[in-house]
């Protein structure tokens, strides 16, 4: 080498980054942006930039539309059971279990299905459940009889059971812890829409033509809603998918106990709103003294007021989500309360109608944010499971509790077991919050 061309190298060597002379020679990145063999680090971007990711609100979007769907689908028998029970010459009471049937499926084969398609792409499974639910409805509208209504009803409440145990954490994927509230309270808003439009809409549907005919259009709708979720939600990555995932020992986790106790709470809150809810139908004409053309309006109405205390969720209450889950439960208890204390009325009837239903709206996305919040990213995914057969063994035994109580102590005693179980699980939350609060 000449001495000019070692003095250039030289100089070359001094102007060169600092970041660039630690990499190693073909070393792809610059120091600060390899990880060591056990800890990720986080890439550092250039000064006057931001790192954070755009909301993912079309993916979510998309995703509160199936979550829509698929809440119609499990509910719509509840507008319903008039028409349902004159035409396949059964009782109220048994159409009522069909909504019993849907979640006692779910309760069963929700964590077994959910082992069994850990490494399928999460996108996928949704698009998959989707389809099946939407078949599950064409076959319910076909179906000659009742016990052939409950066989359609099983496939689709093992659809949805699936369907939720993936929709139940996927938020979390999508965002960053401190989105979550957020994130949750747009893909849940699906639920709550689906009470302010899809069982109103249904009902009313089923009432002008034919509750079968209803279910045809609510199947048709689920195929569109397939079609969407393959082409706009965001595929993500889940740590049961990863192939070297090492194996998921739940009750090692720290957090699988908070897990359990949201589980807990969630399961009694929702058995006492199906006691009663199911049998809202019947509640407002044969209680409410209200005539039947009242059932649709009313359950708008209703669904409505949920959308609002979605919104409240989101924005208010979810910014702390045990104060805000307290002041939800007392609110909805308090709202049913007066609805059994003045059913007949008028003003302070449907004043507590809409109070009742304002409150648990923001239930699930309050219910479902403090389990995303209580839950490790490690078990997340599981959480979700346990979450969604928690939710639906309420949903399950609140029908079916119902269905008991129906003849024992009337439509018009319905609503106190729901106030009465509302209030154990408001205790049980503020015990489990001032428990944590000593232990820290």
Known sequence: MTLGAHIGAQSTRRRAPREARAAPAGD?????????????????????????????WLGLVVLAAAVFLSVTIEMIPTGLLPDMSR?????EPLIGLLVTVFAA????????????????????????????????????????????????????????????SVVGAYAGHLVPKEQLARAVSISVAGGSL?????????????????????FVGIGVLTLLGAVL??????????????????????????????????????????????????????????VMAMPASAISPMLLAYGIAGALGLVLAGTVLGRRPTIGLAVALVSTGLGVALLALFPQVPLVGVAAFLLWGTAFGALPPLLNTRLLHSASARIRDAAASFYTTAFNVGIGGGALLGAVLYGVIGLGGLPWVFVSLLACSTIALVWTALVNRVHR
């Open 87 to 91: 035409e396949l010459g059964v009782g």
């Open 194 to 214: 689906a009470f302010v439009l899809g069982v109103p809409l249904g009902t009313a549907l089923g009432q002008a033509f034919g509750w079968r005919l209803a």
């Open 105 to 164: 499926t779910v309760v069963v084969v929700t964590v077994p299905l959910s082992a069994l398609t850990k490494r399928v792409p999460r996108r996928t499974l949704i698009v998959i459940t989707l389809a099946v639910l939407a078949v599950s409805c064409v076959l319910t509208a076909i179906a000659p009889n009742y016990p052939t209504v409950v066989a359609t009803r099983i496939l689709g409440g093992a659809a949805h059971g699936l369907f939720w």
């Open 28 to 56: 792809a990145f610059p120091l600060r942006y390899r990880m060591t063999s056990s800890t990720p680090v986080t890439p550092i971007p250039p000064q006057g930039t931001t790192q954070a990711p755009p909301f993912p």
């Open 229 to 286: 979720v393959q082409r706009f939600l965001p595929p993500v990555r889940h740590h049961a998918g990863e192939a070297d995932a090492p194996p998921l020992r739940l009750r090692s986790d720290p957090t699988f106990v908070s897990v359990i106790v949201v589980c807990l709470i969630t399961s009694v809150t929702m058995v006492g709103a199906y006691t009663f809810y199911t049998y809202v139908a019947p509640f407002i004409t044969d």
